[in-house]
C-alpha cells in the first residue's frame, strides 16, 4: 500500500492543524493505521493509532485529549485532527499501515510509511 501524508504547516501555539493521509494499492480497511512523529534529533516516536474498523484509538500520553485520530474507509483516508498545538509538537509526522486488526504503538508492526509532512508550532 503506498501512503501519502499532507496537511502539515506552520502554526502558532494553540493553533490547530489537520493532517491527512491517502492510501492506495491493497484493501485499505485491512490495515490499522497510525501517526509517528520525528523530531529533530530525536527517535521517531507514537503519536496515535486506529483499528481497522475505526472503531478503537490509542493514543500516546503527551496527545491525549488535544489530538484525534480517525478514518474513512470508503475513501481510504485517515485522519490526525490536532489542537492546542504546542511547540513541542514540533516534528515530521510520518503516517503508517500495520497488519494488525487494533491499534499498535509499535514501529515494528507497521509494514508501510507514507513520506511525512513538516508540522512546526511556533511560540
Known amino acids: 500500500v503506498q501512503l501519502q501524508a499532507s496537511g502539515g504547516g506552520l502554526v502558532q501555539a494553540g493553533g490547530s492543524l489537520r493532517l491527512s493521509c491517502a492510501a492506495s494499492?491493497?484493501?485499505?480497511?485491512?490495515?490499522?493505521m497510525g501517526w509517528f512523529r520525528q523530531a529533530p534529533g530525536k527517535e521517531r516516536e507514537f503519536v496515535a493509532a486506529?483499528?481497522?474498523?475505526?472503531?478503537?484509538?490509542n493514543y500516546a500520553d503527551s496527545v491525549k485529549g488535544r489530538f484525534t485520530i480517525s478514518r474513512d474507509n470508503a475513501k481510504n483516508m485517515v485522519y490526525l485532527q490536532m489542537n492546542s498545538l504546542k511547540p513541542e509538537d514540533t516534528a515530521v509526522y510520518y503516517c503508517?499501515?500495520?497488519?494488525?486488526?487494533?491499534?499498535?504503538?509499535?514501529?515494528?508492526?507497521?509494514?508501510?510509511w507514507g513520506q511525512g509532512t513538516q508540522v512546526t508550532v511556533s511560540s
Open positions: 503508517g499501515a500495520a497488519s494488525e486488526v487494533l491499534p499498535t504503538h509499535l514501529q515494528w508492526e507497521y509494514d508501510y
Open positions: 494499492g491493497r484493501t485499505f480497511s485491512r490495515f490499522a
Open positions: 486506529v483499528s481497522r474498523s475505526g472503531g478503537t484509538t
